[in-house]
């Protein structure tokens, strides 16, 4: 049994934690990113079903290129973060529950049924999308999650030959800088969209 966090670690997840418009100039290194996604990959998902792929970004090529596929400010600040993430979704998963899944034959659930496929590649992955904000904030990174983007081309460019392969959000990561944040937006009572039967 798992022992609850700490007042620091609440507020290091969810409470004082916020989304970034800007960065450090702090890099982030590929060691980082693995750190981060060896805790991505524990989170749960339906079957053990993993369906999220990543592609890391930290070149000056590779933001470029998705931030001329971005929309409003969205470039920019994938151009200036230090790091960018496209947490895209496979919807032939199931390909590979043989070995993720191998306790009963979890892929003969799924073949030959894509609109299955596709909700439950949506689902875990954007699963998997929030485990990438919580892992970050957990290794003491801060992140700019972004849905303003052409998802076709962003599918084309960095997921050629792989129509299989959906792009669902993308975001900026790094050391967050102060003066790019808003004001926290309201955040609801337990009442209003809440009940217990």
Do not use: C
Not at 29 to 44: A, C, H, Q, S
Not at 145 to 167: I, R
Request: charged content about 25%; cysteine-free; overall charge negative.
């Amino acid at each position: 049994m798992g022992k609850p966090l700490d007042d620091a670690a609440l507020d290091t997840l969810f409470r004082t934690a916020r989304t970034y418009n800007g960065y450090t100039d702090a890099p982030v290194t590929e060691d980082d990113i693995r750190r981060i996604y060896d805790l991505i990959k524990m989170g749960p998902t339906s079957a053990n079903q993993q369906s999220a792929r990543f592609v890391w970004i930290t070149s000056q090529e590779g933001k470029d290129k998705l931030a001329a596929l971005s929309s409003g400010t969205n470039g920019e600040k994938i151009r200036q973060a230090p790091a960018s993430v496209i947490i895209a979704m496979d919807w032939d998963f199931h390909e590979h529950l043989p070995w993720l899944f191998p306790h009963t034959d979890a892929k003969s659930w799924f073949d030959g049924n894509l609109d299955l496929r596709k909700d439950h590649a949506f689902r875990n992955s954007s699963l998997q999308g929030a485990y990438f904000i919580i892992a970050a904030r957990a290794l003491g990174f801060d992140t700019g999650p972004m849905s303003g983007f052409d998802a076709e081309k962003v599918d084309e460019a960095f997921f050629p030959g792989q129509p299989h392969v959906k792009t669902n959000f993308i975001s900026t990561f790094g050391h967050g800088d102060p003066s790019t944040i808003f004001e926290r937006l309201p955040r609801p009572e337990f009442e209003r969209f809440n009940r217990v039967e």
